[in-house]
């Protein structure tokens, strides 16, 4: 893995300001000191029994841990372990207890008014999630989350909640559309409507915060905001994870990144914006288990980035911080005629010179649609200095970092050269364009081709 100045460095470039810590790395806090990286540290699980056993060893862990490091490292809050109710049970009469004796350490600090304590928990102890309304938490760990409302109320802190609208799409009994899982937008005879409330719900990430806020209300707590401290959809999977793809994470991370920073909240708590941390800044490749639970970063660990998340009228948000090296391509399951309109239209108003595509050229083959719409959509993004909107022609196309050139056809944009601007602001077509019927020249027939983050969480809104 990278060092922590390295890490520090690609947060730093990709303007990332919020990072969540699975414990109190010395090296790690060193390195984010004078940054004004705001930061979460972790007592990790295996230290939460001791914690939570004894007031000084708490105060000690708060003096080694976040004394040491404040001000200069901007240190935000303390998680108290993960997930502690469904994967420590036998930690959990002591959970309470843990943050009381944290929180008094902080107070004696003087630190409690710019540090907040809390713990993260998983969504599954919420039960019957749908409709939102008649969620409650599972009553067997009421003796715990009475008194843990309780302090995060007093104390005003939050409830952190991990949610992952992909175990829930796979759970063996589920009916969630991947749509709804992936917030693509729904007809509206598709949303999910809450017959208590008439709350329309469009994706499950709303739906299981507003499960968590009406199981909070069950307990009649209501003025307790809640973050989400994981989120985040795998790139990779083995045979049983046929949804863990590079396509479906880039869609999730991209259209949560969007969702949570529009503010437009949920349907209970609308305009309430939900702070949130992606899961997770770098792929981890000696995790056990399915082949999902290595591929849920956003970098690899030489810093370059497992896809490049696109926002519409937000431009790239993360790119290649050493070579800049994006480039855009068609779809591997995109629609030929739609791509046939992109190659038309990208290399006639697209003003795209289509020339290496001419038979006998270097890039002619292969002589197919995708190979060629793919030349041409990504010379006219390219063009574009790879200005937002440059790379969707209507759906069929998508950022990528791996460089499509091939044997003598080097694509523009190969090698660092970003190709220059045109005149004129023309993005890629709209629903309305009409093709230019220059297709012809560049395609003569031919079947399309398939084209083919250390435990860090990202913050993309501000806590």
């Not at 790395?25 to 056993?53: E, F, H, K, W, Y």
């Amino acid at each position: 893995m990278p060092s922590p100045t390295e890490v520090v460095a690609l947060l730093k470039t990709q303007g990332i300001e919020h990072v969540r810590l699975y414990d109190a790395d010395r090296a790690m806090l060193r390195a984010l000191a004078n940054t004004g990286i705001r930061v979460i540290v972790s007592v990790p699980n295996d230290q939460l029994l001791g914690i939570g056993q004894s007031n000084a060893t708490a105060a000690n862990w708060v003096k080694r841990n976040v004394i040491a490091h404040v001000p200069a490292t901007n240190i935000t809050a303390i998680a108290v372990g993960s997930e502690v109710l469904t994967s420590l049970p036998n930690a959990a009469p002591v959970l309470v207890s843990a943050l009381k004796f944290l929180q008094a350490a902080l107070v004696a600090a003087n630190l409690d008014q710019q540090i907040k304590v809390s713990t993260p928990h998983s969504s599954f102890i919420i039960l019957d999630s749908f409709p939102p309304s008649q969620a409650f938490f599972n009553k067997t760990w009421d003796p715990v989350m009475v008194p843990l409302l309780n302090f995060l109320q007093s104390t005003g802190s939050y409830l952190m909640l991990n949610v992952y609208p992909y175990y829930d799409f796979m759970q063996p009994n589920a009916v969630i559309p991947l749509d709804y899982a992936l917030f693509r937008p729904l007809p509206p005879n598709k949303e999910a409507i809450d017959s208590n409330t008439m709350l329309h719900y469009t994706n499950v990430f709303d739906a299981v915060v507003d499960a968590a806020y009406f199981a909070m209300s069950y307990l009649n707590f209501t003025k307790i905001p809640i973050i989400v401290t994981e989120s985040g959809w795998p790139s990779k999977g083995d045979s049983s994870e046929p949804d863990a793809t590079i396509d479906n994470a880039n869609t999730y991370n991209s259209n949560l990144i969007r969702h949570v920073l529009n503010n437009s909240g949920t349907p209970k708590q609308p305009g309430i914006s939900v702070s949130t941390y992606i899961y997770e800044l770098y792929n981890e490749d000696l995790r056990t288990g399915p082949v999902s639970e290595n591929n849920w970063g956003l970098f690899y660990a030489n810093g370059a980035p497992v896809y490049t998340l696109h926002l519409t009228n937000a431009g790239t948000v993360f790119a290649n911080d050493t070579t800049n090296q994006t480039f855009c391509v068609a779809k591997s399951n995109a629609d030929t005629k739609m791509l046939q309109a992109a190659l038309d239209w990208a290399c006639g108003p697209g003003k795209v010179d289509c020339s290496p595509l001419l038979h006998g050229q270097p890039c002619y083959d292969p002589n197919s649609v995708a190979a060629h719409a793919t030349y041409a959509i990504n010379a006219y993004y390219q063009q574009m200095a790879k200005s937002a909107g440059t790379c969707d022609f209507k759906g069929v196309a998508s950022v990528t970092t791996t460089n499509p050139s091939h044997g003598s056809c080097i694509f523009p944009g190969s090698h660092g050269k970003n190709g220059s601007s045109i005149n004129g602001t023309s993005l890629a077509p709209s629903t309305n364009s009409t093709n230019s019927g220059c297709l012809s020249q560049y395609y003569n027939g031919g079947s399309l081709t398939r084209s083919l983050i250390l435990t860090l969480i990202l913050s993309v809104a501000v806590l």
